[in-house]
């Protein structure tokens, strides 16, 4: 457990200080955390929605905030390059996302031509229903991404950071929420990027 809890940390504290610098990010990311609680929330009444709340709304708000504002020259604070970041990312880099999202984009597209999905479930009466599907599809969809991740890192450097990176995943939105609280507030006081002191700080 001590193992898992020092990873955890790690891999938290690298995910910060390499790729939350911009204050609409860390915003966007506050916004993508509360609805993420909300979908959690819901996985015990309606899947679908708790699966079409996440990824239309928390993904893509998350996702948005890495792709549009967050900073990606060289990182000063860290004296650290894009590409190096990229290369050593433990989670889903620019490239790995890019497929996933693009996984996400097209199963709708997949059910609204084979509503059957070949034969596999029983196709969808009305739109209702469609929108069930695809929220059932995006909900496995996110269940096979955490855990084609895990085995990856499994077999790439260990089952703890495989395990220390699912946890972190699962409990972001709760540290999200922890750490991001104030941004909005940074925001409209005109500061787009985090000065990251404290990342100076512990060098």
């Not at 009466?125 to 269940?143: C, N, P």
């Amino acid at each position: 457990m001590k193992e898992l809890l020092n990873t955890l940390a790690v891999q938290r504290w690298d995910d910060h200080r390499y790729y939350h610098h911009s204050r609409i990010n860390q915003s966007l990311h506050l916004l993508s955390a509360i609805c993420f609680l909300v979908s959690y929330a819901l996985l015990f009444i309606d899947p679908a929605r708790a699966a079409l709340l996440a990824w239309c709304v928390s993904m893509t708000s998350r996702q948005a905030g890495h792709f549009f504002f967050e900073p990606r020259g060289y990182d000063h604070v860290n004296q650290a390059s894009d590409e190096h970041k990229e290369e050593i990312k433990i989670g889903y880099n620019i490239q790995r996302k890019i497929v996933l999202l693009a996984v996400w984009v097209a199963l709708p597209a997949v059910l609204w031509f084979q509503p059957s999905l070949f034969g596999l479930i029983a196709p969808a009466a009305d739109f209702q229903g469609f929108l069930h599907d695809v929220g059932i599809a995006w909900l496995a969809l996110g269940v096979a991404g955490l855990l084609f991740r895990v085995l990856q890192l499994w077999v790439q450097q260990s089952f703890m950071t495989g395990l220390a990176w699912a946890t972190k995943i699962i409990t972001d939105p709760f540290h999200d929420i922890y750490l991001y609280h104030k941004a909005p507030l940074y925001l409209l006081r005109g500061e787009l990027i985090d000065p990251m002191e404290h990342v100076k700080t512990q060098g």
